[in-house]
Structure formats: C-alpha cells, structure tokens
C-alpha cells in the first residue's frame, strides 16, 4: 500500500492506495506552520502505518521563491569567458529577488560550443581565487553554470570538485547541466534558485522524515517532481527546484488515474485558483520553452498550466464577477453558508444545487444562475486556449473547488468528475511513477541519434529507481539544427517506470 500526501497552503491531503490500486481512505488535514504535525495528523487520520512507501507533493519550495523568503545567498559562477561577458548572473532577476539571493557573481574561462568544442580552457587557478572570495564573504550555496553544458558537463564537474576541494564539505554546489536545458540564461537562472533553496530542501525534507516517524510509518519517502514523477529525498535535498509544480501535476495525473482517461484537459479548482492542463499520454503536456516562476524565466520540466482567480473560496463582487480576491482557508468561517457575511463562489454552488455544504437555508435567496454562468464561461474560454484542435476534447474536474463547474461546459460537452475529484493531488503523488530525461544536442544519423537517446532515458530511469522491464517511452521530440553542421539534432526523450521498492531498499 502507498500513502500519497499532497500539503498545500490551505489543507494538507492524504489518500490510501490499495496494492491492486484502489483507493481506500482518503482525508483532508489543515496544513499547519511547522509542517510536521499537519501531515502526521493526516497520516494518522488513514490509519494504516504498514504503507510501503510514502509520496509526498508540496508547494513549500516555490512558495518561498513567491514570497523571496527563507532562501540562501548564493554565489553564482559562470563558466564561458571570453564569451558570455555582456549579460551578467541575474541580470534579468526582479531587483527584489536580486537583493535576497544574489550573493555574488563570477565570469570564469570555460564553457564549450554546441559540438562540445571547447570556448576556453579551464583554469584551475583563477577557480581557487573564487573560492577564497566565496569564502571570505561567507557564502555556502553555489550555482555552476557553463555555456552549452547539457552537451558537455565536463567543465561544470571540474570546477565543482575544484570548488568543493577549497571550500569544504559543507558547502552546497548545483550544476545547470543537472537541472535545466539548453538555454544559459534561463538555465543559470534555475541553477541559482536550486542553490538558493538548498538549505530549506533539507530542512522540509527533514519535517517530512519527522512526521513519518511521529505518526509511526517505517517506510521510504519520496517527493514528486514536476513531471509526475518521483525522486527520493536525497534527490529532494539536492534539487528541490524540481518540486516546483508538484502541486497541478499531481492533480492532473489523479484526473488521468480516477478518471480513466490519458487524453483530456484537466481543471483542478481549488480554494483560490484554478488550474487549467492537457494530459498527453497520462501526463501532463509540459511547457515547450522558458518558464517564469516569481519573475525569473527558468526552462526546467514544469507543466504547461494556465491558471485564473477563480476558486471555492472566491468573493463575488456586487456586479456577479467571480475573484480574484478570495477568502482562501477562512472559507469556514466568512461564506454565507457558514454564518459568515461574505458571498463566495462556494455559496452559489450550493444555492445552485452543485453541493451540499453548510446551511444550504442561508444562501436560498440567492439567484446564482448569472453569476455561475460566467464561471463555467471563464473556464471553458481557458480551456480552448489550452487545446490544440478543434477534436472534441473531455474535461475532467478535480479539486475541492470543482463543485463549481457544471456537467457541460460552453463548447466542451464531456465534463467529467471522478470519484475522490477532492483529493485527487494527493492520489496523483500516491500513484507516481520514476522517470529519466534526455534533452541535449546530437550530432549523426538520425536513428542512431534517436536510438541513442532513447537508451539513454531509459538507463536513466532505471538508476532513478525504476523497475527493470516496466520503462516505456512516453514522450519523443526532436528538433533539427539546420544552421549548424554535422546533422545536429536536438532530442528531447522522456521515459518512465514503476518504482522497484526492492531497488531503493537495497
């Protein structure tokens, strides 16, 4: 059995898996500040501590980006010199942002071409010049990036083991060439959030070990990455950018399990927001280029979401407009429906009949059919923006919040809601499988060069912990470089397993 765990801003959810699959418990728990008690209680509410593993989806990494708090000063260097030098690290950060995490930057030699011809050689020594500055202003967190080194890593290696030799064991070095995708700048960009991150990741990582203890599970924790799959907590600790969008991604991988469809757009409405994805072959369609997270444009994995102001907990204004602002976890207390004094979306629901919740007697004067009406209009017109064709396209709804979508919305007939719609994040974490990744540039034939990355995917998956036999191939994408020579094709190649228990114990 596996215990999945999805702790966002407002509720903490946990659902029970069945060793054939099924879903037997599920429970909503108020997140709580220290994190611990908050998913022990949840844990503990499933009442069942013989749990095989343990997968857990959260929101504390990005949200401490948003907010630009608890992050490390970071020193960022970069390899590429004589190239490189007119954009500088973080140059296109919010000065606010910059002010917290930019500890310092450095230009160094290094860095290769797109066919890993080298730009500069290292050197060695210029490398311990920088490490006796980062040392004398104190800085732990360092982010190494080098030009084109998703093709050659070599560089980035080197001067981390340099780095590390001078600086000690302590220090915590994240590589680009481990964390996003051809692109310096966005790339470097999302190397220094990692190094920004590092000691929160290990701090979190630790309150989640705690409460697994604290509610007696002896059993492997995992967190889920923005991809739909799973990484273990030394991985967390390391890379604890990759949760980033753990929280719509396991969503929509719920909408595909409970729902039964690997096809489909997914509305995932919470409390405040909704969240609109396409599932393509049972996992999300991830974003074709730069993401931006808090202002700073990144191109690691993450989910191509389009999300609106609007949620259970979403105010009404006088004219019948639907959001943004939203009375979020105090729905209890402020919605009409619960005594309070404020109209929220949850409110019409009931008043319309979508729900029980509440004092349904407190919203009977209401008229919400106008107002409900725009709701499902706003929604069905993100969801169009989302497809690709003009195919007829099913639209699953999950989330506490989805009580506010119709069983037809404008222009898309099939709405679905599955069983456990409430909880699905944490059944998406509970059901992760593991993954591997390739995106670099090749040189050669092109079915060799397929070939090749496809291997490649699938090693990579397996010593992530996958199972031997179950990786298949879910996502290939090639592009061809036709202004550089040698046939150069960029491959992008995605595979994934079932997580070997067995393995990771070993």
């Known amino acids: 059995m596996r215990i999945g765990i999805d702790v966002g ?75 490189t030098a007119a954009l500088p690290p ?24 797109y066919d890993g011809t080298p730009i500069s050689d290292l050197d060695p020594e210029e490398l311990k010049r920088v490490a006796a500055d980062i040392a004398g202003r104190g800085l732990r967190s360092v982010a190494i990036s080098s030009v084109f080194s998703p093709v050659s890593a070599e560089f980035e290696r080197r001067a981390a083991e340099i780095l590390a030799a001078e600086l000690g064991p302590d220090v915590h070095i994240s590589l680009s060439s481990e964390i996003g995708r051809i692109g310096l700048l966005a790339r470097e960009n999302a190397t220094i959030v990692n190094a920004a991150l590092r000691p929160l990741a290990v701090t979190t990582v630790g309150a989640f070990e705690e409460a697994l203890r604290v509610a007696g599970i002896d059993a492997p924790l995992f967190l889920s990455q923005n991809d739909g799959t799973l990484m273990d907590v030394g991985h967390a600790r390391r890379y604890p950018v990759a949760t980033f969008a753990s929280g719509p991604t396991n969503s929509m991988r719920g909408a595909a399990y409970l729902s039964g469809l690997t096809e489909c757009a997914v509305v995932d409405v919470g409390g405040t927001t909704s969240d609109v994805g396409i599932l393509v072959g049972g996992f999300p369609r991830e974003a074709s280029g730069e993401a931006e997270t808090a202002g700073v444009r990144t191109n690691f994995r993450i989910p191509d979401v389009l999300s609106l102001g609007i949620g259970g907990g979403s105010v009404i204004s006088p004219d019948g407009t639907a959001g943004p ?10 919605a009409l429906v619960f005594g ?11 008043a319309a009949g979508y729900a029980e919740i509440g004092d349904p007697s407190l919203v009977s004067h209401l008229d919400p059919k106008d107002a409900l009406a725009r709701i499902a209009e706003r929604i069905a017109t993100t969801v169009d923006r989302m497809r690709t064709s003009a195919a007829p396209l099913p639209v699953v709804a999950v989330g506490g919040g989805s009580i506010l979508i119709p069983d037809e919305l404008p222009g898309f007939d099939d709405v679905r809601r599955p069983g456990h719609f409430a909880v699905a994040n944490a059944i998406g974490a509970a059901i992760a499988q593991v993954g591997g990744e390739v995106d670099r540039v090749f040189s050669g034939p092109r079915r060799k060069v397929l070939d090749e990355a496809r291997a490649e995917a699938v090693a990579r998956a397996e010593k992530a912990g996958a199972r031997g036999g179950s990786v298949r191939i879910v996502d290939v994408e090639e592009i061809p470089l036709a202004y550089l020579p040698g046939d150069a094709l960029r491959v992008r190649v995605k595979a994934v397993g079932d997580l070997d228990l067995e393995k990771i114990n070993a």
């Not at 942002?97 to 290769?112: A, I, K, P, Q, T």
């Open 9 to 83: 801003g407002t509720n903490t959810d946990a659902a029970l898996i069945g060793d054939t699959g099924n879903v037997l418990a599920t429970v909503k728990s108020p997140t709580t500040a220290d994190v611990t008690s908050g998913v022990a209680a949840a844990i503990t509410s499933l009442g069942e501590p013989r749990a095989s593993a343990v997968m857990i989806g959260t929101t504390h990494f990005v949200n401490a980006l948003v907010e630009a708090s608890r992050l490390e000063r970071v020193a960022a260097v970069r390899l590429g010199l004589p190239a």
């Open 340 to 350: 309070g004094s404020t109209l929220t979306a949850t409110d019409l629901a009931v």
């Open 90 to 113: 973080m140059v296109d950060w919010p000065a606010r942002l910059r002010e917290v995490v930019g500890g310092r930057s450095y230009l160094c030699h290094g860095g290769h071409e």
């Open 325 to 334: 602002r939203s009375v979020g976890y105090r729905l209890t207390s402020e």
